[in-house]
């Protein structure tokens, strides 16, 4: 036949592109804490019917960026700061030991595409793209472990709590901080130093913890969500030209 043979089975699908939508503004913090997400808005905005809207939400839910209340629906899950604490201990803990694999079977291309992304999240000036530099990094870093059941439970961690850490990025000083310490993590890989490399990501991830809870310590508003607290603090700096807590994908 002279028609172009397509995969279909290949193609996202509705509710595939839906739900990468959401987790994006979730994560960068378009959507923020508690915000609705109502099935027949997003179904006029994605231009679909509710089908794939519904299947995205309860994708968001098992992914733990999404609550359904009763008589509310769903909204962007809210998380306490001892969730967030817990999350960040259990990746320090699990990272660590991916990152002693890493270390020894990285290839010459996985730690070139550590230095590209590494380079990348030190000169990356949007704040809204900082969570994603970031984890570009550390997966190119973490490529050639050999545990991708480890990975995949390091990912969904990072769903959950990415969108806090980057408000650390944005409101301390994470970034500067960040630039520094992936120069350090990525020369102990390049020096194939297993124990150096697990204590410095050990540091890097629960570095960005503290600085986050020392944060939330000294703009303290009693009874409001953790990253309520932080998007609505009147001193936040955010993007240039932006109103605090007003950060949109």
Request: with cysteine; net charge positive; charged share 25%.
């Amino acid at each position: 036949m002279r028609i172009q043979k397509v995969n279909i089975g290949d193609a996202p699908s509705a509710a595939d592109l839906v739900f990468d939508s959401l987790r994006r503004a979730v994560i960068s913090g378009a959507l923020k804490d508690g915000d609705p997400l109502r099935q027949e808005e997003l179904a006029r905005h994605f231009n679909t019917s509710r089908i794939p809207v519904r299947e995205a939400l309860t994708r968001l839910e098992q992914h733990g960026l999404a609550q359904i209340r009763r008589f509310h629906g769903y909204t962007v899950a809210q998380m306490s700061r001892g969730q967030i604490e817990e999350i960040c201990h259990f990746r320090a803990l699990v990272e660590g030991e991916i990152v002693a694999s890493a270390v020894r079977l990285a290839s010459q291309a996985t730690l070139a595409l550590a230095r590209q992304t590494c380079q990348a999240f030190a000169k990356e000036r949007d704040p809204v793209l900082w969570g994603e530099r970031n984890r570009q990094f550390h997966a190119a870093l973490y490529a050639d472990c050999g545990l991708p059941y480890h990975l995949e439970v390091v990912h969904a961690a990072l769903d959950k709590t990415e969108r806090y850490l980057v408000d650390q990025l944005v409101l301390t000083t994470g970034m500067r901080r960040a630039r520094a310490e992936h120069q350090g993590i990525l020369a102990a890989f390049e020096a194939r130093d297993a124990p150096l490399a697990v204590r410095l990501t050990r540091e890097h991830i629960l570095g960005a913890l503290g600085l986050f809870c020392d944060y939330m310590d000294s703009h303290a508003a009693p009874a409001q969500p953790a990253r309520r607290r932080v998007s609505q603090n009147p001193t936040q700096k955010g993007r240039p030209g932006r109103k605090p807590g007003s950060r949109r994908a």
